[in-house]
Structure formats: structure tokens, C-alpha cells
């Protein structure tokens, strides 16, 4: 199995930045695919950015130009920076990533327990 720890959520007032990271941890051969989805009360659970075992990165229309996603491959790590952070912008970000691990044929997602990430004056 593969265990994803978020971290970096807080309050933060409108314009500030936070940056989150996601740690993925436990027994697997290789992780592919990751990304940062958000859920804010009431609402359905969204993509806010994706970024391929390559590099290559996708966002939500929302967040373009003000949030950047970014992986570290030898710590198995994903970042999201996040500047000029807005109140709608608060929900709990969860993360997720595709993984090969003992066991189980082809990939499997995985996600984090998530942070909570509040803007507020």
C-alpha cells in the first residue's frame, strides 16, 4: 500500500501564499501520475492541478496563473505553491497519485487524509 501525508495548510489572509506538500511513503515500484484536488462545504471534490510522471502539468481554469504544481521524483514528493490566494480558494486540499505496488495489477490511486486551507481577513 502507499500512504500520502499532506502538510503546509493554514489560515491566510486574501493575496497571501501557502505551499502544500504530499510525501507518499510505504511499498511500491514506481509512482506515475499525481495531483491536488479541493472540496469545499457543499461542493463536489475538483481538480485543481495534475502533473504527469513527466513533468507535463494541467490546471484547473480557476487557479492558472496563480498556483504551480511540482514534483521531486527522488523524494517522492508533490508540491502545490499557491500565491494570491483568494477566499474561494478555501476547502480542503486532498492529494492523489497513481501508483504501481506489490500485489496489484497496473495502477491504483491513492489519496491523502487532506489539509485544510482557509483565506480569510
Known amino acids: 500500500q502507499v500512504q500520502l501525508v499532506e502538510s503546509g495548510g493554514g489560515l491566510v489572509q486574501p493575496g497571501g501564499s501557502l505551499r502544500l506538500s504530499c510525501a507518499a511513503s510505504?511499498?511500491?515500484?514506481?509512482?506515475?501520475?499525481m495531483g491536488w484536488y479541493r472540496q469545499a462545504p457543499g461542493n463536489k471534490r475538483e481538480l485543481v492541478a495534475h502533473?504527469?510522471?513527466?513533468?507535463?502539468?494541467n490546471y484547473a481554469n480557476s487557479v492558472k496563473g496563480r498556483f504551480t504544481i511540482s514534483r521531486d521524483n527522488a523524494k517522492n514528493t508533490v508540491y502545490l505553491q499557491m500565491n494570491s490566494l483568494k477566499p474561494e480558494d478555501t476547502a480542503v486540499y486532498y492529494c492523489?497519485?497513481?501508483?504501481?505496488?506489490?500485489?496489484?495489477?497496473?495502477?491504483?490511486?491513492?489519496w491523502g487524509q487532506g489539509t485544510q486551507v482557509t483565506v480569510s481577513s
Open positions: 492523489n497519485a497513481a501508483a504501481t505496488a506489490p500485489g496489484i495489477m497496473g495502477d491504483y490511486d491513492y
Open positions: 510505504g511499498s511500491f515500484f514506481s509512482i506515475n501520475a
Open positions: 502533473i504527469s510522471s513527466g513533468g507535463g502539468t
